[in-house]
């Protein structure tokens, strides 16, 4: 098994499309690239803590490549906001990859610079990760937890949705 930790606005929006994907085998909504330990969600919302909301997800390379997942991750969000995702506004909510190796490090590097190349202005924070902070437990599996929520319905099933057309064959 392999890990990829990965922002791109509320993560309870990347968790719901990436628990899809097959060669997944778990996703934790969490926090990371911020300067408090043990941050409290509020610290994160506040942004006094630095980190943004992010998912770490467990995945089997033989059925998904970590390239796969930065396909589908720059689909599934909009890497040209700067430290937002819509209506979700704040560093917590930045567009960030926290690399785990140098091999991760290239392959976000080379995804990043195709999307350069394609005229999209990509403003992907690449990081280092030094340390992941799991979310408070209400946060974990979301969606599927409450799929009444407003946001939920407004928000997460669009990108759902979108996934499920886009990547049949990989969910």
Known sequence: ???????????????AVFQRVKGVRKVISGYSGGRRPNPSYEQVCTGVSGHAEV????FD???????????????????TQLNRQG???GTQYRSVIFYLDEYQK??????????KEKGINVVTELSPLEVFYPAEEYHQNYY???????????VITPKVEKFLRKYS???
């Not at 390379?61 to 890497?79: A, G, K, V």
């Not at 290239?106 to 999307?115: G, V, Y």
């Not at 599927?144 to 407004?154: G, K, L, R, T």
């Open 1 to 15: 098994m392999q890990i990829a930790v990965l922002g791109g606005g509320c993560f309870w929006c990347l968790e």
């Open 55 to 58: 998912v770490e997800i467990e």
């Open 61 to 79: 390379e033989n059925i998904i490549s970590f390239e796969e997942l930065l396909d589908i991750f720059f689909d599934i969000h909009d890497p």
């Open 87 to 89: 209506n979700d506004v």
């Open 106 to 115: 290239e392959i976000a590097l080379k995804k990043i610079n195709e999307l």
């Open 144 to 154: 599927n937890q409450n799929p009444q929520n407003p946001y939920c319905h407004y």
């Open 169 to 171: 064959e990989t969910n």
